[in-house]
């Protein structure tokens, strides 16, 4: 059984630990060689066909799970999220053409460009193209290479050119299978090395390396002492077995016989079951001397035995005249300048990221430091880019991001410190399977995966990239996102692999142009698309503006002064064109720039003539355009932002953030809300409230300062009491005089005192629910968290005069029929789920990753209304009881929702005429502040008036139900002394009653 193993394994790793944690250097695990195994051209090979069949390779395991629910940082979002996209307007792909098409799954991409050629590779075929996307050797077998490539496509290639050697490299491994109709074979590197820099006519070296277990996932990079392999291989064991080994370049450019490999363990690493380290690969020319060459990996503090986010960093010295003396030691471990960061999904699950058109969830590809990790020289410091997958969400939804660093070291042999770090995740898609590069020029290029289920605007699996100039601001991908290609159709297969990596290389020709590889989908194919393109000028005279920098949106006035910023993307220095600008195709304004902007460099400039934008509430479109003379390219000349006066006075609520619900709650709890600033002008003593179902308001005063767009949260000095089982509804409001916009002052929330909460089951392997539907309401990529989760706030709606309904559950892990699933209503609404409110009984889930719906009986005399709903599942042949709401479960999940009942048979009449109470009460706190309560379970929209007793209309309002009957605040204290009638209901039927102004 899973678990079983799982325990044994974590106790094992416990011991292990321990013995480890003071080990700060090692040598070789292992050594060994091998010799070249010839193979001639490509041009005069027979080539293998390809596999027409669909074929899921190296299926990914578990491994250890080493995930510590709550312990990790950030609790509130990632903290150096880019939460915008870039404003330079972005170059479009130079070039793009079709790589793969396959059945396989994933296909891993990945392709390298030399001088002449394109080389793109995937499970377990490949193909070249010449530099202008013409398919010069068809999709082949990678077993058409020949040599010790011979007989073998058990995948997970990566191919890889090696610019100072212009050489390419392909390399792919194989497993410890036996071929049909052959003995067992070892597990092994397979390494082929072009003679020459053309991979179709130079032949090719070949090696193959016997190693002692599956090298799962490698990925090479260069160095000057060798050629570096990292490897997904034993992680159960990465600190004491070989997962990093070193091959003899030198040996292998030659074709030589006796080609050494060496192993290394990761001593000190950390990981969660599945990981991929990365070696710093050399890009350009100019080679480091020998030795020192990095491993880096991601270490995160959600995982058990790391107590700070951060990198660490291992440096490798090679031997290759005595390999024993070979070291690796850890090196650095880099806190300063590394950000709190999230890098787990699902508790360590290859199943995450949720998508349109299917049920099944795409792997977000956690874990691995993204191929590659590329290295460059400059001048006067050297620098590594990289990236990985990491979660921005601040609460248990996933939001996937790409984390990015540069790392820079002044001198070789130098310690690496965190030049610059970001997270890219501009707006509400998903963003994954990155592939980072810089340029020569130091520009930086990002290429990733982007998803969206929105069913709006869907989007399927798409192939997008952005970058940043070298003197842009730190941190911040500051080109506008392109499209190399738009998906077509969700990820096909129930296994919910994507890609596995992609792959970004830069063209030796001049170091400047990026070439991106990966995955996208059109029914059950799965595609390569390379894109090839350039942030780096290539004109002479070439020049636009990229910004507006004022006016923002705030209170604007009839002066406000236009502030630009202007990008030379030309190889020439300007001076002495005009800039123009108009409002609303208004009239054109232009000035001349008198400055010098230097090549490739951007600068501010103050127009003269001011702008009329005194008109609030208005929303004004600004045109800006530079006018240079012989400009090469017009595209980027111009610019056109929107901009809207703000009202002075617009706050509101956002959310309330405490209390939250629990068990336990008292009769002293603090209550927090969250506001914000929508107008124009900052704001201070603001009035605020809360409420608790009808109880009296509670009125104080927030008297920080609310900056235009600010955020705070205000804690009221008076508690509330949450003492008695049950729900409760809570909502706040600001109340500030002459606000602009009443509709976004307030929030409402449900908040519970439960009598038991079972937080602590283990759900890190699929045990539980992760997607719940009922009667319209839907609840997917349910995240595992610490087995509890509140979702009270979501409601689904009950017809009591229907009787039976059906609830729909997924679970992600199912064997032997031992998963099951049980819910209860809170009918009596005690916050007790009694035995008699259970309405589904441990109903076996048969399978996972696939939705089950099971029928339930209402209660006939069920009360109308808001009432709690738990559900359970979990494995049952373990401990704790399914049955008991309040038993921790070994292995599941527990959640609450709201329901709220109803009933269409009866009309309005019903209601409003009989069984609605309605309801006037004086506030003690204030004279002329009336509550108006109607008691009912009516739930749709009521209107609300009030008259003089000579039948003059002086109110009528909008009214809803909030769950708890129809409230509403009068305040009629500047109103004459009199008598007054209030009637609640529509314009047929409604409750009226009379009522004294004093």
Same mark, same amino acid.
């Given at each position: ?53 669909? $074929? ?31 404003d330079i307007p972005g170059k479009s792909p130079i070039l793009s053409f079709e790589g793969a098409n396959t059945l396989a799954t994933p296909s891993d991409p990945t392709g390298a460009v030399g001088r002449n050629h394109y080389m793109n590779a995937w ?51 194989? &497993? ?33 390396? &016997? ?142 990221? &949720? ?13 691995? +430091?993204?191929? +590659? ?74 290429? !990733? ?275 008695a089982s049950g729900r409760y509804t809570v909502k706040a409001r600001t109340l500030l005089p002459g606000d602009f916009d009443p509709s976004n002052d307030s929030e409402t929330t449900s908040i519970a005192n439960l009598d038991c909460i079972p937080e ?27 087995? !509890? ?136 706190? $204030? ?72």
């Amino acid at each position: 059984m899973k678990k079983y193993i799982l325990l044994l394994s974590l106790a094992f790793l416990c011991q292990f630990n321990l013995f480890s944690q003071n080990r700060e250097k090692a040598g070789p695990t292992f050594i060994d060689s091998a010799n070249v195994i010839l193979s001639g051209p490509l041009s005069k090979a027979k080539l293998l066909p390809t596999s027409k069949k669909a $074929k899921l390779y190296n299926p990914r395991n578990r491994g250890i799970n080493k995930i510590v629910p709550g312990k990790g940082l950030p609790k509130t979002g990632d903290p150096v999220i880019q939460k915008k996209m870039g404003d330079i307007p972005g170059k479009s792909p130079i070039l793009s053409f079709e790589g793969a098409n396959t059945l396989a799954t994933p296909s891993d991409p990945t392709g390298a460009v030399g001088r002449n050629h394109y080389m793109n590779a995937w499970n377990s075929e490949f193909s070249i193209w010449d530099k202008q996307g013409n398919q010069i050797v068809p999709p082949a077998s990678l077993a058409s290479i020949g040599g010790s490539f011979q007989d073998e496509t058990d995948g997970d290639p990566i191919v890889f050119y090696d610019e100072p050697a212009d050489r390419f490299i392909m390399m792919q491994f194989s &497993d410890d299978l036996p071929p049909e109709g052959d003995s067992e074979t070892p597990a092994a590197l397979l390494i082929a090395v072009s003679q020459g820099p053309d991979p179709v006519n130079s032949g090719w070296y070949t090696y193959r390396f &016997d190693i002692e277990s599956l090298p799962d996932y490698p990925k090479i990079s260069l160095w000057s002492d060798g050629y570096y392999i990292t490897t997904n291989k034993d992680p159960r064991a990465p600190q004491e077995n070989q997962v990093v080994f070193v091959l003899e370049r030198d040996k292998m450019l030659a074709g030589d016989n006796g080609v050494k490999i060496i192993g290394f363990p990761l001593p000190g690493i950390e990981n969660n079951g599945f990981y991929s380290p990365a070696g710093f690969s050399v890009m350009g020319s100019d080679l480091p001397p020998p030795g020192n060459s990095p491993i880096i990996y991601l270490q995160d503090d959600d995982w058990a035995g790391v107590n700070q986010d951060h990198l660490k960093i291992w440096l490798i010295n090679t031997n290759w005249t005595n390999p024993p003396n070979s070291t690796i030691e850890e090196s650095q471990e880099l806190t300063n300048g590394v950000s709190p960061f999230t890098a787990t999904f699902d508790g360590g699950g290859f199943k995450n990221l &949720d998508q349109p058109g299917s049920d099944v969830d795409i792997d977000a590809l956690q874990g691995a +430091m993204m191929y +590659m990790t590329q290295y460059r020289r400059f001048e006067g410091y050297n620098s590594a880019v990289m990236n990985f997958v990491v979660d921005v969400a601040a609460g248990p939804a996933e939001h996937a991001g790409v984390r990015w660093y540069e790392l820079r070291q002044p001198a070789d042999g130098a310690p690496w410190t965190v030049y610059q770090e970001g997270t890219y995740a501009p707006d509400g898609s998903d963003r994954f399977c990155g592939s980072i590069g810089i340029d020569k020029r130091g520009n930086i290029a990002l290429g !990733y995966t982007v998803v969206n289920d929105n069913p709006v605007k869907p989007i399927y699996p798409s192939i997008r990239y952005t970058g940043r100039y070298m003197g842009d601001p730190l941190g911040i991908m500051t080109i506008e996102e392109q499209t190399i290609v738009k998906g077509e159709s969700p990820q096909p297969s129930a296994s919910g692999r994507y890609g596995d990596y992609a792959h970004l290389s830069i063209d030796p020709s001049d170091d400047l142009t990026f070439w991106h590889n990966a995955e996208y989908f059109s029914g059950a194919r799965r595609l390569n698309k390379v894109g090839v393109f350039r942030f780096s000028a290539t004109e002479e005279n070439d020049l636009g503006v990229i910004a507006l920098l004022s006016p923002k949106d705030a209170s604007l006035t009839a002066s406000e002064k236009i502030i630009i910023k202007i990008r030379n993307y030309g190889l020439n220095p300007q001076s002495n064109f005009e800039i123009s600008y108009s409002i609303d195709g208004g009239p054109l304004v232009t000035e001349v720039f008198t400055q010098t902007i230097p090549a490739e460099s951007t600068a501010e400039f103050t127009f003269n003539q001011t702008a009329d934008l005194s008109a609030e509430g208005q929303t004004f479109s600004i045109n800006i355009t530079t006018n240079l003379e012989n400009d090469q390219n017009s595209g980027n000349d111009g610019i056109t932002e929107v901009v809207k006066n703000l009202p002075p006075k617009d706050v509101g609520v956002t959310s309330i953030a405490a209390p939250k619900t629990q068990e336990n709650l008292s009769t002293s709890e603090a209550v927090s809300i969250v506001i914000e600033n929508f107008g124009g002008e900052e704001q201070t003593n603001i009035p605020v409230s809360y409420q608790i179902g009808n109880n009296p308001r509670v009125e104080e005063m927030f008297r920080g300062v609310l900056e235009v767009g600010g955020v705070e949260t205000y804690t009221f000095s008076k508690t509330a009491n949450f003492s008695a089982s049950g729900r409760y509804t809570v909502k706040a409001r600001t109340l500030l005089p002459g606000d602009f916009d009443p509709s976004n002052d307030s929030e409402t929330t449900s908040i519970a005192n439960l009598d038991c909460i079972p937080e602590g089951s283990d759900c890190s392997q699929g045990d539980g629910i992760f997607y719940f539907e009922l009667e319209g309401y839907l609840n997917e990529r349910i995240p595992c968290t610490s087995g !509890y989760i509140d979702f009270i706030g979501g409601s689904a709606n009950l017809d009591r005069s229907k009787k039976t309904f059906t609830v729909t559950v997924q679970t992600n892990f199912a064997e032997d029929n031992v998963e099951k699933f049980s819910m209860w209503i809170d009918l009596n609404d005690n916050a007790v789920f009694e035995d008699s409110e259970r309405l589904i009984t441990s109903e076996v889930i048969p399978e996972e990753n696939k939705s089950f719906s099971y029928d339930f009986d209402l209660p006939a005399n069920a009360n109308l209304g808001q009432h709690l709903l738990r559900i359970r599942a979990g494995d049952t042949s373990f401990s704790g009881d399914l049955n008991d709401p309040c038993s921790v479960m070994a292995y599941g999940t527990t959640h609450d929702y709201s329901i709220n009942i109803v009933d269409s048979t009866l009309d309005l009449e019903d209601f409003i005429l009989n069984e609605a109470e309605l309801k006037i009460v004086t506030d003690p706190n $204030k004279d002329g502040l009336y509550r108006i309560l109607l008691e009912t379970d009516f739930s749709e929209p009521l209107r609300i008036s009030v008259y003089t007793i000579l039948g003059q209309q002086l109110l009528e309002n909008h009214i809803e139900n909030d769950g708890d009957g129809y409230f509403y605040e009068l305040d009629m204290s500047y109103a004459a002394p009199g008598v007054y009638l209030l009637r609640v209901g529509t314009r047929k039927v409604g409750k009226v009653k009379r009522f004294l102004v004093k």
